[in-house]
């Protein structure tokens, strides 16, 4: 059975790109448009990673892995953020609330899955 990744960024053809390259490499995908709907996604299903932009209307991803890790079925879900968002005060926030890696956009796709990879539990 493939592992599941959720991939939340307001961008819909970067999730496609995003979705494009994880279900090459044999994942599963489930996308949401922004921090809010990624939120109404976890409904107890099983996510082996979260993909998450920072920048986005609603809710951004920092919030969203803040109300993510508030769920006892996704405390420890790691998470990868995916964003132009580069700045040390921007990662270190992020870090605090609970993101495991930070991949800079443009994103090299191997890039990406090495992080997925390390990250995704066997």
């Known amino acids: 059975m493939p592992k599941t990744i959720l991939v939340v960024d307001d961008s819909t053809s970067f999730r496609q790109v995003v979705a494009m390259y994880l279900q090459g490499a044999g994942y599963e995908v489930v996308e ?10 976890l409904d107890g299903r099983k996510f082996h990673l979260i993909v998450s932009d920072v920048n986005m209307p609603n809710l951004d991803g920092i919030g969203f892995v ?8 996704y405390k420890f879900t790691p998470v990868v953020m995916l964003t132009t ?10 870090k605090a609330a609970g993101v495991r890696a930070w991949v800079v956009k443009p994103f090299q796709p191997p890039v990406l899955l090495d992080a997925v990879s390390k990250l995704v539990l066997p």
């Open 66 to 73: 803040k109300a993510a890790k508030e769920i006892p079925a």
């Open 32 to 41: 949401a448009c922004d921090g809010r709907d990624a939120l109404a996604k």
């Open 85 to 94: 968002v580069s700045g040390d005060d921007k990662k270190a926030e992020g």
